[in-house]
């Protein structure tokens, strides 16, 4: 399971009301209604557990078209090879479920190793395959011939999902020019990025603080680039092109940096500082003109850069770096647009290097382990009856938080948003469903209740409180063909939801605590200061650009934790002193002075 990105691709950032955006009642809404269509169609079809339905639809439906195709992929691998796994694990173990539960959490264990260390599809794959192997097997361990059953009935229910959630994501599409799309966002970004450039760079004399704001908006236009290419196939023709723009407008932001650091020290001259202030802002105006974006108009803009790149005042390494970037960017919207290699193509960039934390992988495949075996323990001395919800939210709150800077944060924020959804369960089963067993009555009922959750999902770190608010909601209705009421089991229900996020809350505390506050600021400086030091064995282009994209990874959880221009500072400091100590290869700049 994922939460939901703070920012998306096909939703307006304007408010249109004090508290949202019409952009997020628009997803709302047609998440809600493609969850509840899928549920109804589920219940028709006379699958056992119909919830499962629904559920995929929330899990799967991201805002943008692209990252949908994306995650049905994974859903769809992650959920074939769950069942698998399941399916495997019941047959070796039958009857035996010490045994089971033991290879189950080193299943566990190396999903939420890999879910780590990796980003996008191969990660949400791994952590969807633990899931799914827990929700088909974790219940009939102990009654090995209703596994089979038990995987097709998930399985066709997940499928069902899919499909739904697809449906909901091609009716949310803006347009069809899907190339079109990309380059005005790419396009706006790097208007963004160089207005703040102009400001840095105002003779040396600029007031504003050495930091990169803009450094998660370009780190986030990698999965953007990457959504867009699963959405239209034909930009794969150019994806050189392409990916790398993230890159190269990383690169920029620290050549600008650079230059105004040494101007400061007096290693720039106020000559060269003008100069490329003037080729920064002759660009700018390009990409912030109204017009719609027009291949003649680029390609005389691209000409104009190269005439600047054969000036005398490109000569110093930090300009040179400067506008290869721009003529990166330029030629790789010019590929967008017209979706075949640029004429006269630059050096290309690589795609963005995220640091893997593998200290990190470890402590989570730790508590993937830990959490499984003392959960099943305390599943079999106390012989709950509820305890395999147990053991499914157990799984769950591994799944959704397993690569959160802090679980324990997030985990509370599951027992707030767990709470809720029963409560609501609870009242709208037995004070309003009791009346009737209509179906549609049933669809009725939970339409404001499942919008609520599916507005909460584009609240950005307030994503996961929504899933799980849902999840709890639909665990205490339990919608059924006809509808049940038993009020013993839907409290033990309860019981078992708020205990397994309340338990989870301890492993996360008791193996690997998140570090806060200072702790944590010192943490990432200490990786970064480490980080830095890499930087004097890159032996080639490709290398260098890729630590300073991983530097940039490092730094943007700096920014996220504090707001202290000095600590920020201080990181932006620790990457120009690695851009400095680097060897000078190709077009990356080795240094900043001018002289």
């Known amino acids: 399971m994922e939460a939901h990105p703070v920012h998306n691709d096909m939703r307006g950032e304007h408010p249109s009301f004090v508290f949202t955006s019409a952009g997020d009642l628009a997803f709302a809404l047609r998440t809600t209604l493609a969850g509840l269509a ?62 089971f539960y033991v290879s189950l959490s080193l299943f566990l264990a190396v999903c939420a190793y890999w879910a780590t260390l990796q980003r996008g599809f191969v990660s949400y794959a791994a952590s969807l395959a633990a899931f799914t ?84 908006k370009i780190l986030g236009l990698a999965d953007t680039c990457t959504n867009a290419i699963a959405e239209r196939p034909a930009l794969n023709w150019v994806k050189t092109w392409i990916v790398g723009i993230p890159t190269a407008l990383l690169s920029f932001q620290s050549a600008v940096l650079g230059i105004r650091d040494a101007s400061r020290r007096g290693g720039a001259t106020a000559a060269g500082v003008l100069w490329t202030t003037d080729a920064i802002d002759g660009v700018a105006v390009f990409l912030r003109s109204p017009s719609a974006l027009d291949l003649p108009s680029l390609r005389r ?45 630059p050096a290309p960039y690589p795609r963005p290097t995220f640091v893997a934390h593998r200290p990190h992988a470890m402590t989570n495949a730790i508590r993937a382990v830990v959490g499984i075996l003392l959960g099943f323990l ?21 799944v959704i938080f397993v690569n959160l800077d802090d679980p324990v944060v997030a985990n509370l924020a599951a027992i707030i948003g767990s709470t809720i959804g029963c409560l609501m369960g609870l009242a ?31 609240k950005g770190k307030l994503g996961p409180l929504g899933v799980v608010m849902v999840i709890s909601l639909l665990l205490m209705i339990e919608p059924t063909n006809p509808q049940e009421y038993n009020f013993v089991n839907d409290a033990n229900s309860f019981i078992a939801i708020e205990f397994a996020f309340v338990f989870m809350v301890l492993v996360f505390s008791a193996i690997g605590a998140p570090r806060k506050g200072t702790e944590r600021i010192i943490e990432l400086l200490t990786r970064m200061r480490k980080l830095r030091l890499d930087a004097r064995f890159c032996s080639s282009r490709p290398e260098c650009l890729g630590w300073e994209t991983r ?23 620790l990457l120009l002193s690695g851009l400095k100590a680097r060897p000078a290869v190709g077009s990356a700049s080795a240094g900043f002075d001018e002289n």
């Open 301 to 345: 803009q691209r000409a104009t850069l190269a005439e600047l790149c054969q000036a005398s005042g490109a000569r110093a390494p930090a300009t040179k770096e400067i506008l290869d970037a721009l003529a990166y960017l330029l030629a790789g919207l010019e590929a967008i647009l017209i979706l075949r290699p640029p004429e006269a193509a």
């Open 38 to 99: 899928a549920l109804y169609t589920a219940m028709w079809l006379q699958i056992d557990t119909p919830r499962w339905a629904i559920w995929t639809v929330f899990i799967v439906s991201p805002p943008v078209r692209g990252n949908a195709l994306r995650k049905t992929a994974a859903r769809l691998v992650g959920t074939a090879i769950g069942c698998t796994v399941g399916i495997v694990l019941v047959a070796l173990f039958p009857q035996q479920p010490a045994g």
């Open 428 to 458: 709208a089963k037995y004070f309003i469903l009791i009346r009737g067993n209509d179906p549609l009555n049933l669809l009725i009922v939970l339409f404001p209740l499942v919008f609520i959750g599916a507005w909460i999902e584009t």
């Open 133 to 216: 192997s827990a929700i088909v097997s974790a219940g009939v361990s102990a009654a090995p011939l209703n596994v089979w059953q038990t995987a097709t009935d998930r399985g066709s229910a997940t499928v069902l999902g899919v499909m739904f959630a697809l449906f909901a994501s091609g009716v949310a599409a803006r347009s069809d020019d899907v190339p079109g799309d990309l380059a005005n966002r790419i396009r706006a970004l790097a208007g963004e990025l160089l207005d703040w450039a102009a400001r840095q760079l105002q003779l040396g004399k600029s007031d504003q603080p050495k930091d990169a704001p803009l450094t998660t």
């Open 551 to 573: 530097m940039y990874d490092e730094l943007q959880r700096l920014a996220a934790v504090t707001k202290d221009p000095g600590h920020r500072r201080y990181g932006v400091n």
């Open 378 to 398: 305390i599943w079999d001395v106390t012989a709950w009856s509820h305890g395999i919800v147990f053991m499914i939210l157990i799984t769950v709150a591994l």
